[in-house]
């Protein structure tokens, strides 16, 4: 079932199980991990409802009749009237048609950014930069610039109202079965470094190029401006308590990519 994760916002979740942890996991295996369990990656999407209702992402189309069925209970009869894509990969936009197709009453909406639209059969979206709204009624979203991104054609987004943020593909993590559709205050144990590294090791590997000193002032900024905000990523965890110290955490994510390189984790 969809859990509704604030005021006005439900969060749709699909878990993949993943088979396996590279030697040196195994070896030396992280506080998290626990190998009698299996360990899932997920794929987040979140339905916002005002007078008007909006979903961000759409799982991949491995969970297609997952996040339709979930869908239809979180919107309880209700019409969906925006479906927005932060860019244009399969956990994220993966389902869109397949939503249009069951909801052909809802607006498509992609990120302004690139030139690929039609490449990606999005040249009919509605599209949005940082700096748009989209008025819910009662209820607002504000499109952000992506700091930390993976695609070109990429788009954050925040929930005015509750002060909900949603930054895609960063602070995504791993987790442990039995803990899905937890937020992390619910875990028994620390989000580690570790946990963090397993999944930005991978997917933000360009922080090996980057400039240390000021890609961290980035991640502090960010601290301070969302340190009391819901933290909903498409991969992780929800943060709903002191997500600024755990934005912090990110910093020695950006020192360790920086000098170690790309980490594969996952067998």
């Known amino acids: 079932m969809p859990r509704t994760l604030t005021d006005g916002i439900e969060w749709i979740q699909g878990c993949i199980p993943r088979p396996g942890l590279t030697t040196d996991y195994v070896a030396d295996p992280p506080d998290w991990y626990e190998p009698e369990r299996e360990v899932h990656t997920c794929q987040n999407a979140y339905l916002v409802t005002g007078e008007r209702t909006l979903l961000f992402d759409t799982l991949s189309p491995a969970n297609r009749e997952h996040v339709l069925e979930e869908l239809d209970v979180a919107l309880d009869g209700r019409d969906l009237d925006y479906l927005v894509v932060s860019h244009p990969e399969a956990p994220h936009a993966g389902n869109a048609f397949a939503i249009l197709e069951r909801h052909p009453e809802a607006t498509l909406v992609a990120p302004a950014h690139g030139n690929e639209h039609e490449l990606y ?135 360790h990519v920086s000098e170690r390189g790309r980490l594969d984790v996952f067998g």
Not at 133 to 155: C, K, N, S, W, Y
């Open 121 to 255: 059969h999005l040249g009919d979206a509605e599209q949005v930069a940082p700096g748009d709204t989209i008025d819910l009624g009662g209820r607002e979203v504000e499109f952000l610039q992506p700091l930390f991104l993976d695609h070109a054609m990429h788009i954050w987004m925040r929930e005015t109202t509750t002060g909900t943020f949603f930054p895609v593909d960063w602070l995504g993590f791993p987790h442990m079965d039995g803990e899905c559709l937890t937020v992390v205050e619910e875990l028994d144990h620390e989000v580690t470094v570790d946990q963090l590294l397993a999944f930005h090791g991978r997917v933000f590997f360009w922080y090996q190029y980057a400039d240390v000193q000021k890609t961290n002032g980035v991640v502090e900024e960010l601290a301070d401006r969302y340190a009391s905000d819901v933290v909903a990523p498409a991969h992780g965890l929800p943060i709903t308590a002191d997500a600024g110290a755990f934005i912090e955490r990110m910093t020695a994510i950006v020192e």
